[in-house]
């Protein structure tokens, strides 16, 4: 999917952000039939793009991964997945389609039940309640934020979660 990256192969040096594009490309032809991978690599080049700051580029990429996903019905990658992507669109400033995603994200990990990771299912909360909190339901966000809280106070009063859940009251 990288050839470009060989620094044996010769030539000149190819930008990171065309070597994506490249990869991109060729996701379709090379992984047929593995439609996993694809949305793996999908997710994998969406975070390098936002890292270059090609947020609409990632987006679409993030966008192809849920894609995948829904077709695949795998719950958790699936919520993982759409989680993902509504914390590129905040991040971007579309708080209504960062609502949208967050709001159905949170659905997907609430839907797994006991199966969801808690870590998982309290960052669906607080993204949630954080991009509420910047609009007129920010009412909702306290209290979701505040679920988030108690959910990490029951499942570990120690750990990293309990600190994130707590720097977002």
């Given amino acids: 999917i990288l050839d470009g990256a060989n620094p044996d192969a010769g030539g000149a040096e190819v930008p990171v952000s065309q070597l994506v594009e490249q990869a991109l ?9 593995q439609p996993a991978m694809q949305a793996e690599l999908y997710t994998t080049l969406a975070n390098v793009q936002t890292q270059l700051r090609i947020p609409e580029s990632a987006q679409t990429s993030f966008e192809r991964a849920v894609a995948i996903e829904r077709s695949l019905g795998r719950p958790l990658p ?29 659905a997907f990990y609430e839907a797994l039940g006991p199966d969801a990771p808690a870590g998982e299912l309290q960052q669906a909360m607080r993204l949630l309640g954080q991009t509420l909190m ?22 570990d009063p120690n750990a990293t979660d309990l600190a994130f859940a707590l720097l977002d009251l």
């Fill in 25 to 33: 490309a060729r996701i379709e032809t090379e992984l047929a039939g």
């Fill in 78 to 106: 699936l919520a993982r997945s759409v989680l993902r992507l509504a914390r590129h669109v905040r991040q971007n400033g579309a708080t209504d389609a960062a609502l949208t995603h967050a709001r159905e994200a949170l």
């Fill in 134 to 155: 910047n609009t007129p339901q920010s009412a909702e966000g306290l209290a979701l934020l505040r679920s988030a809280l108690a959910d990490a106070e029951s499942n």
